[in-house]
């Protein structure tokens, strides 16, 4: 996988998104700058495999294949979506034990919506002025 820059664009604005979340909600904790930034770094990785994981499970459900591959399909998107806030938990947990805390379920899942929101609107607004800067 190469390193884009829109990439470390996503960094900057789950960064943003994630220190704004440690002002509002008081469950949400990180206890340095550089701790906000690898978990900013985590998120984009758990959130790219997530996407990845459900894009293929999408793709799954929506082939000519059996019933029985659209069912694998279906049960995998009902376990990722869950599954994905306790893995990002976990592995904030794992990595930074109690100098990072996201505050839970609830909040996590909310984080995660935010991020996708905020990633999805700096991308709406980049994207013409790289077409305007294209060559050709």
Do not use: H, N
């Not at 996503?10 to 690898?38: C, G, K, N, R």
């Not at 998120?43 to 293929?56: G, P, R, S, T, Y």
């Amino acid at each position: 996988m190469r390193l884009r820059a829109i990439d470390l664009v996503d960094v900057f604005v789950y960064l943003v998104v994630l220190a704004t979340f440690s002002q509002l909600f008081p469950a949400v904790i990180s206890e340095s700058f550089l701790l906000s930034l690898l978990t900013a770094i985590l998120l984009k990785v758990v959130l790219e495999i997530v996407a990845w994981v459900k894009k293929k499970a999408i793709v799954r459900i929506r082939s000519d294949a059996g019933t029985a591959r659209r069912a694998v399909g279906v049960v995998v998107l009902l376990l990722i979506m869950p599954g994905s806030k306790f893995l990002v938990l976990e592995l904030v947990d794992l990595l930074f034990g109690d100098a990072v805390y996201l505050g839970g379920f609830f909040l996590v899942t909310l984080l995660i919506v935010v991020l996708m929101l905020a990633r999805g609107a700096v991308r709406r607004v980049l994207e013409p002025a790289a077409q305007a800067s294209a060559p050709g």
